[in-house]
């Protein structure tokens, strides 16, 4: 423990905070987070971590060498409406850009918001038009200057657009990322005019054809730049003042850690850096248990999560879902649905409801004994003794058992006529689907097969319900980290820092191409890749990263001429010569099939490629993770298995397809590697609850992970 590496994750109720010392052992905490102060929540983490090992505050925290976090500042000041007030410029003639949007009233809707005419309008605005100003400018799709930009037109916007009471800038020209002079200008004249004001230009931030996204991800990225910033300042200062030395590192969307410095500039790239902690903690975790593909499932109090796994990289979407807005930075790929342990169960015209209505944190949960009233799955859980009572939270919230009984009665058994335990399964039985449901969305409907993969699951709630939506999928196997409860914080420890340039500079082919190495010249490819990867590493450099252990990632966007489908193609490693241009093309048909179905491909057409992206890693410096088998009294001896009444293990009835069943109950200290469980099992670990059905078989592996499969 000479060094440690220390990562958190701000939640919106609880911030986690794994820690790993020198020998690869990991620490887990959790605390209340403090909306008014996210650094208030971290450093209650450090202070329970420093009674935990015996050290005083400021010494745990001078040893720290690195600390990274993920947080969800960025996504709840947008769901929220707690954004700084952003007045746009754009070119003249084009000011209605976010007026027009796509022309879909549903972007961003679910299938049931789809499904509800009273939804089915078009998302508010991310700038108001009357914050709205266009300047005289135009530049061709060459990037050739058609007007010059007119300096006194911009400076009466910029002065009207501070009059009118925007907080901060954000400018988004036509073409601007073929030719940046006009853009870069205005942002000359904001600092002339506005001394002060934090400003976001698109040919800086998102150089990428698309006109209508580039302009709504500068206008958010603009509106995030004070909130992130006092936020981030906030816990800089807070862990410096209490000893830390290190310099923080956060989270991004992309799955990988940035300076603060980067992240400043590039505030909405950080909107899904809680969400994705986890997904990127799958990754790193499958590496070591060897598992390539994975689907990362995440359920916390409010929402269920979904991220993939694939060939052993998390899946990255071109874009990312923020409320209805959509950003085009790229992201790990993750989707959301509202089934939590805190999802409110009703009836509603004879049928049995859960979500996506929250209890939250408070009241919670009737059982929570806070004045909460309606059910929700938490009860459900109670009620069927999945969940111990006198264990929640470690011992530190007891829940109340006939507040859950009385809710569920009340709002759910006695309007159906079912018996208590009949309408608590039901509860469970409907929210378990609805996460099955997510997943095959997930999966299946992007052409993925559930039974080629190793479901992850995590979060407070995810190691209680696997067992049941995992079996339903048929995947592989069940995994339970030992991280599970904090496992998104996991995942940013193990994360590396990552920058990513991009370029929009098409190249098409004619329609009715048959050799498109003939047309998509390979030198061309490779110049634009050349260029990108050259800017990555310089950023790396800047950044003090040891470039010497860089690694690049490189993608092609593509799409069919004539088509709005966009799909991001891997480009191997090395210089692409025609057969590789050809095999680039023939992978782009393959996915644009395997996710539209075959024969759908329209190669008639000719095939656009529309933007090019690197994005290159440094590792950061982290220990191996410690295997548990040295912990065992006698690595050689038979493990604990059902029966054995040592080592805290106990019975406890629990209500599962119509009738009571006692269930084997193991106090986390019987957990350790090689323990085998068989038939329907609990694990009762500190900080969740691990539950084995009653056709399945468990194994805790060398790592203190919970493995389940179908019993043989």
């Not at 040893?63 to 410029?89: C, D, P």
């Not at 200062?237 to 590039?266: C, F, H, I, W, Y």
């Not at 085998?676 to 399945?696: H, K, Y």
Request: include cysteine; proline fraction near 5%.
């Amino acid at each position: 423990m000479d060094t440690l590496l220390v990562a958190s994750d701000i939640g919106g109720t609880f911030t986690d905070t794994v820690m790993i010392d020198g020998d690869g052992a990991i620490r887990r905490y959790k605390a209340p987070t403090v909306p008014e102060d996210p650094a208030v929540g971290v450093l209650n983490t450090l202070e329970f971590a420093a009674k935990d090992t015996g050290t005083d505050l400021g010494e745990l925290l001078a040893r720290i060498s690195l600390f990274a976090h993920g947080t969800t500042v960025a996504t709840n000041a947008m769901l929220e409406g707690k954004t700084a007030r952003v007045g746009l410029l754009q070119t003249r003639g084009f000011g209605d850009t976010l007026s027009i949007m796509r022309g879909f009233k549903s972007l961003g809707l679910d299938e049931d918001g789809v499904k509800n005419f009273r939804s089915m309008v078009k998302q508010e605005l991310v700038v108001p038009r009357q914050l709205t100003r266009e300047v005289s400018e135009r530049v061709d799709y060459r990037g050739r200057v058609v007007q010059p930009l007119d300096d006194g037109d911009a400076r009466r916007a910029i002065r009207e657009l501070r009059d009118a009471g925007a907080e901060v800038l954000a400018v988004s020209l036509l073409w601007a990322f073929k030719n940046s002079a006009h853009e870069r200008r205005i942002g000359e004249l904001i600092e002339e005019e506005a001394p002060g004001t934090l400003y976001t230009l698109s040919s800086q931030l998102l150089p990428r054809l698309g006109e209508y996204r580039r302009t709504v991800t500068t206008a958010v990225n603009a509106s995030l730049r004070p909130v992130l910033r006092t936020a981030v300042r906030s816990l800089e200062t807070t862990l410096r003042d209490s000893g830390m030395k290190a310099e923080p590192l956060l989270m991004q969307s992309n799955g990988g850690l940035a300076r603060v410095s980067e992240v400043d500039r590039e505030a909405a790239s950080t909107v899904m850096s809680g969400p994705v902690g986890g997904v990127v903690a799958c990754q790193h975790l499958g590496e070591l248990r060897q598992d390539g593909n994975i689907v990362a499932t995440d359920m916390g109090g409010t929402s269920f999560e979904v991220g993939l796994v694939l060939n052993g990289r998390a899946h990255i979407a071109n874009s990312t879902w923020v409320g209805r807005h959509e950003l085009a930075l790229p992201s790990v790929a993750v989707r959301t649905v509202g089934a939590g342990s805190g999802s409110i169960a009703g009836v509603n015209h004879g049928l049995l409801t859960v979500g996506p209505e929250s209890a939250g944190a408070v009241p919670g949960p009737a059982c929570y004994g806070r004045g909460g009233e309606r059910p929700t799955v938490a009860d459900a859980d109670l009620v069927l003794g999945y969940i111990n009572p006198d264990n929640f939270l470690g011992g530190r919230l007891k829940l109340d058992p006939q507040c859950a009984r009385q809710a569920i009665a009340t709002h759910v058994a006695e309007p159906l006529g079912l018996s208590l335990e009949e309408a608590a399964e039901g509860i469970k039985t409907v929210i378990d689907a609805r996460m099955a449901d997510l997943i095959r969305t997930a999966t299946i409907q992007q052409g993925y097969d559930p039974g080629d993969f190793v479901l992850y699951a995590y979060g407070g709630a995810g190691p209680s319900h696997a067992f049941s939506y995992g079996a339903e999928l048929r995947t592989k196997e069940i995994v339970v980290p030992l991280t599970a409860s904090v496992h998104s914080a996991f995942g940013v420890a193990t994360s590396d820092l990552t920058v990513a340039e991009e370029l929009s500079d098409p190249m098409m082919s004619p329609p009715g191409t048959q050799d498109y190495a003939s047309v998509l010249r390979a030198e061309e490819i490779n110049g634009r890749l050349t260029f990108l990867a050259e800017r990555t590493r310089k950023r790396l450099t800047e950044a003090g990263a040891d470039v010497s252990k860089l690694h690049s990632s490189r993608f092609v966007e593509m799409r069919f001429r004539f088509q709005i489908h966009v799909l991001s193609v891997p480009v191997p490693d090395g210089p692409l010569d025609d057969d590789g241009v050809r095999r680039l093309v023939a992978r782009f048909i393959e996915s644009y099939e395997a996710r539209f179905g075959e024969g759908s491909a329209f190669e008639a057409a000719g095939v656009e490629l529309t933007t090019f992206r690197v994005v290159a890693t440094v590792p950061t410096a982290r220990p191996a993770l410690r295997s548990l088998l040295a912990d065992r009294p006698d690595p050689g001896a038979p493990a604990s298995g059902p029966g054995a009444r040592g080592s805290g293990v106990t019975q406890r009835p629990v209500f599962q397809h119509g009738e009571w069943h006692e269930a084997q109950v193991y106090a986390h200290g019987a957990v350790r590697p090689g323990l085998a469980l068989r038939g329907l099992s609990i694990i009762e670990m500190p900080d969740t609850t691990v539950v084995v059905g009653a056709d399945q078989a468990a194994v805790v592996d060398e790592y203190g992970n919970v493995v389940i499969s179908p019993a043989n």
